[in-house]
DNA sequence: ATAACACTGTTAATAAATTAACAAATAAAT
DNA sequence: ATTTATTTGTTAATTTATTAACAGTGTTAT
């Protein structure tokens, strides 16, 4: 385990993709995967596939390529943590209750434990397993419940009183699915993620290409 | 308008973060803008800023920086298409529902004309100012409206069947927030994003950064 | 046996993206 | 008037990410 302190960015991410992939072919009974199929469930080359499982130090057979339950495993162990993470929800309208939802069934070590709303007609409502609890017990569960990670999904006009009340109370990773940008301190990992940004270069492409006939 | 053509990807992508930046600052009622300013709202570095408005050929004045109402202007002729593009989302669920509303309000060129479901509790209902149609009408649908984009909120299962669907009918982008990969020609540009990789990613570094210690 | 094939692993080359560095310009301050 | 402080625009340097190239090797076919 030697190394992997610096791997790319973009190289963790494939590693959270190659997993699903590698569970999909799971369940589809195979036991051995090639780079080249690995590269096509992603759209990616295979020459990556094999370059990025390099650098996890990783060794397929040459005949049969990667073992596939070694593999996930491999990969667990670098992106997991062992006594795993727990995750929260801030916001339960529909993004939030998508969120939930969609990690529902999912078995990773990572899990949505809580979800938070100011709406009265949501709290205390258990919403795919997972309790609603009053925005207001925010602090006191993510100490309690010991969770890291926050995922906020609530309106923009809120999102910066949020992130900070997140950042005081220790959170250590914020998703922002709001549409406005926050701001916290170094030690807090932040990612933001806007839905018009990826719609808006997406149409951006459709209008070139179709310049180029 | 010149070179415009092959601005970097990256940079297409903080165009569409800059606009509604500018639109904040607008709303605040500022007129203009530094490199600096725009930089920090968007946890980026001036230079970036400065290059990538060098990129799209406008030029800030000395002292006052960027003038806000033209630079929106600017970026909006280069990322939007003067008719305007058209939208739908398939997959009526609480992620459709929740892409649906987030656009609601937002004045682009880019509009959601339509939704769809199988589901019978949810065809022929408005919601967010958006028709649900039955999918069976999908291709019906697109065709008559023009409609170029989909956003693909479907459960897993369904995204392949559902993208095949949406490349026949001649779709130019797709949006699959399906956690299922699909294949598209490569006339369709496709962008798949994943929510469980993007907390994956922030588990890492959470845990990575607590290790640091 | 040995040749042909189909893989992996890895280094080297290339491309893309970011950052650094600094000249040029202009307002404000002295 | 001249200096100082700021800010833009742009080239060059650096870093990061991807792709190409190919040696090495087990497997199969002949």
Same mark, same amino acid.
């Given at each position: ?27 589809? +009974? ?8 690995l590269?096509?469930? +992603? ?11 390099? %650098? ?10 990667y073992?596939?339950k070694? %593999? ?22 529909? %993004?939030g ?81 709001t ?10 990992? %932040? ?23």
């Amino acid at each position: 385990m030697i190394m992997l302190n610096k791997l790319p960015e973009k190289t963790i991410e494939r590693l959270s993709q190659y997993r699903r992939a590698l569970l999909i072919s799971l369940n589809n +009974l195979k036991h051995h995967i090639y780079s080249h199929e690995l590269a096509a469930m +992603l759209h990616i080359t295979p020459v990556q596939v094999r370059r990025d499982i390099m %650098l996890i130090g990783y060794s397929g057979t040459l005949r049969h390529g990667y073992e596939i339950k070694e %593999l996930i495993n491999l990969i667990g162990a670098i992106i997991d943590s062992e006594e795993g993470q727990k995750a929260c929800v801030v916001g339960s309208g529909n %993004l939030g209750k998508a969120i939930v939802s969609y990690f529902n069934g999912k078995r990773t070590k990572l899990t949505i434990v809580a979800a938070f709303d100011i709406n009265p007609d949501k709290v205390n409502r258990v919403y795919a397993g997972v309790p609603c609890y009053h925005i207001d017990q925010m602090s006191k569960i993510i100490k309690s419940d010991n969770i890291t990670m926050a995922i906020m999904t609530v309106p923009g006009s809120e999102a910066a009183r949020v992130a900070e009340s997140l950042v005081i109370v220790g959170i250590k990773g914020i998703l922002n699915y709001t549409p406005t940008p926050v701001n916290v301190p170094d030690n807090v990992y %932040l990612q933001e993620y806007d839905m018009i940004t990826s719609l808006e270069k997406i149409a951006y492409f459709v209008k070139k290409n179709s310049q180029e006939f």
